[in-house]
């Protein structure tokens, strides 16, 4: 007898599927991004990892935040690499950051690079709490205890991006690198790193990265360029001169954005922190939530009449408006007066974004086709990225905007029912992109399944 409302079966062997390349993909304690093109564990990559691994298993989930907060600077940075040993096909890997010779700030545990990613963070933990809430007593008791003993951890980490990466308190997050906003070739950086200049001294490392794709199948076509990844080299270099000293780097580094996208998951993650430690009787909850106003405030501040946000360039201090996803970040911090709000869910499913005629699955691209720098293959420069898609249906659904993100689900569901788990797909032939497979990819696949 057909059940009305079992899964088509697609969708189980797409969950089962999913659970099976974490699984592969998993070291032990730590789930790395990508077997050959990321050999390691990455900040925002790890959060994910946790909000899909919840659905499986709440103390693996847990796990794998505390292998990342393990590697905690003592400013509270959580750095945007782990670095797995033995593991050497990623640059820069751990000799080129160097972070243990040069500053005492680094942790004594693994090697660690020296930048930031997004703070989802917050939004996994509070995902693992929910996912425990069908266990039994003794597993939802477990899980409170070890949320409990990564509480300091987590604390110090909001209040590291609040303090260091905002000495303004203007509420948006200072980026050093396009790395730390994870959508590291975005038009949004165009001009900043338009400003870039390598010494003609420095020497440009190999890039692993087109090595590890080719040896996929994939062209160099899908990654940034050469010129890009010179620049990228060189700002790594930079940080490096500046000790990994926040109060340094706000000085001389040559790229520093206001990064709108990144502000508003702090907000996120701190309005979810929040209710985490309320729920446990946990320390911080005013400082939390102070920091989602404050955030909330920068994030809106930016946006235009239609609701679409805007990073700033803090070295010329221009408003940098692009097409590109991160104009949608207001979704996710919320804020914005009704009219807005409408404008914004009406422009994410116009032509211009998700509804566009010529695409295969009406999701996200990472920038409008309609924009001149819309490229549908190279990396955040026009694919569609499917933990981007599970963002802006998290965002939608935590503001009430059913209908919309009910939409996206079932897109996103359709796009990752190939069970290829690629990092990113093309937007007008579905073709997956990148590494594969991903591990966050699969993850957030697992938890829109369940
Ligand atoms: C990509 O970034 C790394 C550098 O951090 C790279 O290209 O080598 C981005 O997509 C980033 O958002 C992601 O976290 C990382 C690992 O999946 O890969």
């Known amino acids: 007898p057909v059940q009305p409302h079992a899964a088509p079966p697609s969708r189980h062997r797409t969950a089962a599927r999913a659970a099976y390349v974490l699984a592969g993909n998993d070291r032990g304690r730590l789930t790395v991004a990508a077997p050959q093109l990321y050999p390691h564990m990455w900040s925002w990559d790890a959060a994910f990892i946790a909000i899909g691994l919840a659905r499986l298993s709440t103390a693996r989930a847990l796990t794998e935040l505390e292998t990342l907060l393990a590697a905690q600077w003592r400013t509270g940075m959580v750095p945007h690499i782990v670095f797995t040993e033995g593991e ?18 680094a942790p004594d545990g693994p090697a660690t690079s020296g930048l930031i990613q997004p703070p989802v963070h917050g939004v996994a933990v509070r995902r693992i709490l929910d996912a425990a809430r069908t266990a039994s007593a003794a597993e939802r008791r477990d899980v ?15 209040r590291y991006l609040a303090t260091r990466r905002d000495p303004a308190g203007r509420g948006l997050l200072t980026i050093y690198h396009g790395w730390e906003s994870g959508l590291d070739n975005s038009p949004r950086w165009d001009a900043a790193y338009a400003a870039v200049t390598p010494d003609p001294e420095f020497v440009p490392f190999r890039r692993a990265d ?58 996120a993650a701190n309005e979810e922190l929040a209710t985490v430690a309320d729920e446990l009787g946990l320390p911080g909850v005013d400082e939390l939530i102070g920091y989602a106003d404050r955030f909330r405030r920068g994030v809106v501040e930016t946006a235009d009449e239609r609701g679409f946000a805007a990073d700033v360039d803090l070295r010329t201090g221009d408003t940098v408006r692009t097409q590109t996803i991160a104009g949608f970040a207001p979704l996710l911090s919320g804020g914005l007066d009704p009219a807005r709000q409408r404008l914004l869910l009406a422009t994410l499913t116009s032509a211009d974004w998700c509804g566009h005629p010529g695409f295969v699955h009406a999701v996200p691209p990472s920038t409008s086709p309609s924009s001149p720098d819309f490229d549908p293959v190279r990396y955040w420069r026009g694919p569609q990225w499917p933990p981007m898609t599970w963002l802006m249906i998290w965002g939608l659904e935590r503001s009430g905007e059913q209908e919309t993100a009910l939409a996206l689900r079932e897109a996103a569901l359709d796009q990752l029912s190939d069970g290829l788990f690629a990092e990113y797909y093309q937007p007008f032939t579905g073709e ?15 938890d829109l399944l369940a």
């Open 88 to 105: 050497v096909g990623y640059e820069p890997g751990p000799q080129r950051w160097a972070c243990r010779d040069i500053t005492a700030d």
């Open 144 to 158: 409170a205890e070890r949320i409990r003993a990564l509480w300091p951890a987590l604390l110090a980490w909001h």
């Open 210 to 267: 087109l090595h590890a794709l080719g040896a996929l199948g994939g062209a160099a076509s899908q990654r940034p360029s050469d010129a890009e990844y010179a620049k990228y080299q060189w700002l790594v270099e930079e940080l490096r001169r500046a000790g990994y000293d926040d109060a340094r780097a706000h000085r001389t580094l040559s790229f520093r954005m206001a990064d709108v996208l990144t502000s508003a998951l702090f907000v």
């Open 432 to 446: 997956p992109l990148g590494a594969r497979p991903q591990s966050w990819t699969a993850a957030v696949a697992l």
